[in-house]
């Protein structure tokens, strides 16, 4: 058991190595090991899958030519995870995009809350008319499973501050769904 | 169930579409200069293969291009129509219930 | 052992379809009767041709479409104007219901004595919507519109007010 785990993170480090050295074959490897990750976090921010698209490949091109500062597959991992979150606050801050304002956020009903696809759309775009530091977060929280311990260094916020932030954003989503409930 | 898990199964990854690896890869290609251009000595090859496959070719494929152009325009417009159709009905559905709503808040 | 696993392999696919079953739209003898007629059948293979017609820049509105379009299987829509009331059988209507397996739910249903009567149903599997039917029938028309594939309502919500689709709200009361 262990010469197979041995031999798994032997692997995923040439993989790395290989890509460093510009086997874009072993590039292509890493992007689908993480696509559905950074792809999904901007997903989940800008509730825009062309929006999502884009700022996922500029994230991997920026990896392309960030891999020699990279050492190892947890690094990477690190590194995209912080670095979309970065992209997509930018945006937000450079391009004023429009945020998706709650009160247009179209209401479900009482009866909707048993349809999973309906309610989960509609906590979609409620996650999506967050702040977008508390958006950020509560993606990073739930779609990556991560402890604000570990949001904190992506973010780079203290972790009681995180803390806060998922506080205050599970209390606004729980108001705006029970206003509509 | 709780809010947190609702949370959680809304915000499950998803994929991007299909080919998003490859079109990165297309780019960091790009960007790395790893296109290059043919040399000199095969340019003349190539110019030559492509004339005469042009010269061969060109008007079938022309031809079949411009059908298909075509067939593709009536399924385009075709999908437009039914759209537009789907559009109107829900549109009245979701006037009437506008309405019902609307006489339900004064009653 | 082999049996076994053709089992579980066909149970498997008949559990989790893809997509819906297209419903049978044939009504003989009804488009003569009818002033004005659409008819749009367009199945897997002609939606992925219309799909590499609208143009794909990101953000814009035809790509929108093209992405709903091109994951789709089929859309069919039988749409009939006639130049009187009671012109076609009700009971063609009651037909199309009949075809709606277990699986699909009316979302809407909305009923007037003189003007137009819509239903809207869809095929819910697990998470996902994979077939739409909207019946509408008044005196002097009768459309039926079926859409086969996965229907994702979150690309829907975005065509909201493009190409003249509008905003779907999902959260209509039913009224029996």
Sequence with gaps: MTAIVTEAVVGNADVLGRAREGDHDAFAE??????????????????????????????????YRSLDGLQSRAHVLHWLRQVTGRR???????????????????????????????????????IAG?????????????????????????VGLPVNTVKSHLHRALRALRRQLGETA | MSLEHEVRAALRPKSPPAGFAEQVVARARWSAG??????????????????????????????????????????????????????????AAQQHVQQIGASDEYE | MRRLILLIVVFTFAAAPAA???????????????????????????LRLAAKFFSG??????????????????????????DHAGAYDRRIVENVRRQLGPTWKRIVNVSSRNRENVEVFTDVRGDAIIGLV????EPRELTIVNIVGPIDIERLARLEGQFGVPHIRIEVKEKR
């Design chain 1, 30 to 63: 890493i992007i689908e090991e993480h696509q559905a990750m950074v792809f999904s976090l901007a997903y989940h921010f800008f509730h825009d899958r062309s929006r999502a698209e884009e700022i996922a490949q500029d994230v991997f091109l920026q990896l």
């Design chain 1, 88 to 126: 997509c606050i930018d945006q937000v801050r450079r391009a004023r995009l429009r945020e998706v304002p709650l009160e247009d956020v179209e209401p479900l009903s009482r009866e909707e809350s048993s349809g999973d696809p309906l309610l989960r759309r509609r906590l979609r775009e409620l």
């Design chain 1, 130 to 154: 967050l702040p977008p530091k508390q958006r950020l977060i509560v993606t990073l929280r739930y779609q990556e499973d991560l402890d604000p311990s570990e949001i904190c260094r992506i």
């Design chain 2, 34 to 91: 790893g296109v290059r251009a043919p040399r000199p000595f095969h340019a003349w090859r190539a110019v030559a293969a492509a004339l005469t496959m042009t010269a061969i070719l060109g008007g079938w494929a022309a031809r079949e291009a411009a059908q298909q152009r075509a067939e593709g325009e009536r399924v385009r417009r075709e999908v437009l129509t039914a759209l537009r159709i789907t559009s109107d009905k829900l549109r």
């Design chain 3, 20 to 46: 819906a079953q297209p419903l049978k739209l044939d009504f003989p003898g009804l488009a003569e009767r009818a002033t004005e007629v659409v008819d749009v059948t367009l199945d897997a293979q002609m």
């Design chain 3, 57 to 82: 820049g990101a953000g814009s509105e035809e790509r929108a479409v093209r992405d709903i379009v091109q994951r789709l299987e089929g859309i069919y829509v039988r749409s009939y104007q006639f």
């Design chain 3, 134 to 137: 909207v019946i509408a029938a």
